[in-house]
């Protein structure tokens, strides 16, 4: 073989070297599915563990460029014997390693979706090139060089390069132990109390709590290293589930972005968890699926029915709850881009530009089928179980049709997801059963300035539970019950300890359960 077929194999092995170290810094920068560039948004010990992979990968191919470019000019070699089975080599390595897993990834993809692929398949490429270049450069090197013998030099750079890249793939594919779970055997919720009355039980925080949601058979907890199911009846813990590697640290107090989702009438929790959605059945903890990272996030995820929904400007997409496979996806139409997009009991609207135009889309949450559509734009709160709020009226959240206007002076505070039922803070103090113009109770706004702000509202079936800031002294607070159907006070609950932020209050089964700080809960029953 002649030195300038020499050179060129070199060059050649120094160039997939070169390759390799970018895929393998690209492995890095990924998700684990659905390869997209996300900030160093990355995980604890998933990032170490990647990041020793693809070191191990970018070191080798390191001191493969150097000696490929050495030995395409070395002045001599024997490229041509090897290039056949180089071919081969690769292929058997990569191409059976990568192609389905990239087939099957691009599958579950948004069709507008430019991702090059997902970690561990691009990880697999960058060996299968580094093998090639080092069978390239090996075959590139003189027989002898120096007092090393030719062949015992390729056979060590090729074995260095194999099991470099074997030990690499092993590394990054091999999953991280750092899940912390435990499971609980099924049992029945008790009912949600109409009048609590007294303390049940108290419960000590191990960190400060994100956020909580009622599932379940009690309240299901959110931390910065996972979650915990705690029981209303008793207060004891039923299964967790924490990821090792998120340091707790210290969480906003609470957080009331989209993180943690119900379905199901409490039988289904999804938790955002390390920037990934894990699906728990809420009865016994189990892990009903994990994203890992395929699942497009353009403006958050809102539940809507058995599935969450997340808006992009050019399509909608929806994820069973259940699974976190995708159900539907709606396309914006031509000419159009969505504003946002709103998730409802039983509705999905889209909020759309059209040129000079505003329009809405009304869509199933189950199917992604398109119900109605009309211009306009979405009041707030944009939706109640039957009805949706379009500049200034209720329409039916199913056929479109006008249900009435807006009742004057309606200001929506508070909305119970369950009955529809609307609390507002206008001019008075009002109950609404949405879309109904006239409010079941009104009151002088001062009268019931407990009520506000409602965020610090319970919606227990016969009482509202608000906490009451006027009565225990400071930085202490109580929690004052009012009659739904009436108004009226119904009693108040024993002071709560001082604080620095509001107690949050959340109606579950088995107890009022408060939020103090510090992750401590307490139950009421």
């Known amino acids: 073989m002649t030195d300038t077929s020499a050179r060129a194999a070199g060059l050649a092995g120094a160039g997939l070297a070169l390759a390799s170290a970018v895929l393998a810094v690209g492995a890095l920068l990924g998700t684990d599915v659905g390869y997209r560039w996300q900030r160093w948004q990355l995980d604890g010990q998933d990032l170490e563990q990647r990041a020793l992979a693809v070191a191990l990968v970018v070191a080798c191919a390191g001191v493969l460029l150097a000696l490929a470019v050495s030995a395409a000019y070395a002045g001599r070699g024997a490229a041509g014997r090897g290039l056949a089975w180089v071919v081969l080599v690769f292929l058997a390595l990569a191409l059976p390693f990568t192609v389905p897993r990239m087939l099957g990834t691009w599958g579950r993809l948004p069709a507008d979706a430019a991702y090059l692929g997902n970690r561990i398949p691009l990880l697999g490429w960058a060996a299968g090139l580094l093998v090639a270049g080092a069978v390239l450069a090996a075959v590139a090197l003189p027989r002898r060089a120096g007092p090393v013998p030719g062949g015992r030099l390729r056979a060590l750079l090729a074995g260095l390069a194999v099991g470099t890249a074997v030990a690499a793939t092993a590394v990054a594919v091999t999953p991280a132990d750092a899940v912390d779970a435990t499971t609980a055997a099924s049992a029945a919720p008790g009912p949600v109390p109409d009048l609590p009355s007294r303390q049940t039980w108290r419960r000590a925080g191990d960190e400060p709590v994100i956020n909580l949601k009622p599932a379940g058979t009690g309240v299901v907890v959110l931390t910065g290293s996972g979650v915990t199911a705690v029981d209303g009846t008793t207060g004891t813990e039923r299964w967790h589930y924490r990821r090792t590697d998120l340091p707790a640290g210290r969480a906003p107090l609470p957080d009331y972005g989209n993180r943690l989702w119900v379905f199901d009438e409490g039988r289904v929790v999804v938790a955002d968890i390390g920037a990934r959605l894990h699906g728990f059945d809420a009865l016994t903890g189990e892990l009903l699926w994990r994203d890992e990272g395929a699942l497009p996030w353009d403006t958050g995820w809102q539940a809507a029915g058995p599935v969450l929904v997340t808006a992009g400007e050019r399509a909608h997409t929806a994820v069973s709850a259940r699974s976190g496979e995708q159900v539907w996806r709606w ?46 734009r979405i009041g707030t709160p944009a939706t109640a179980p039957g009805a949706v709020l379009v500049d200034g009226s209720f329409v039916d959240s199913r056929t479109g049709r006008a249900l009435g206007p807006v009742p004057e002076g309606f200001e929506p505070d508070s909305v119970d997801p369950a009955s529809g039922q609307v609390l507002s803070f206008g001019r008075r103090a009002s109950l609404y059963q949405v879309p109904e113009p006239v409010p079941r109770w009104s009151h002088e706004r001062d009268t019931l300035s407990v009520l506000y702000p409602a965020v610090n509202v319970a919606w227990l079936p016969a009482t509202l539970a608000a906490v009451d800031f006027g009565t225990c002294g400071d930085r202490a607070a109580a929690v004052a019950l009012f009659d739904r159907a009436t108004g009226a006070a119904a009693g108040r609950l024993p002071c709560l300890p001082a604080h620095r932020e509001p107690p949050v209050l959340v109606a579950a089964r088995g107890a009022l359960v408060v939020l103090l700080e510090d992750g401590e809960l307490a139950g009421f029953a």
């Not at 709103?342 to 189950?366: I, S, Y």
Request: aromatic residues 2%.
């Open 331 to 376: 396309d914006v139409p031509a000419g159009c881009a969505a504003r946002r997009g709103v998730g409802g009991a039983d509705v999905v609207v889209a909020e759309l530009t059209c040129g000079e135009r505003v329009a809405l889309v009304a869509l199933d949450p189950a199917t992604g089928t398109e119900r109605w559509r009309r211009d306009g």
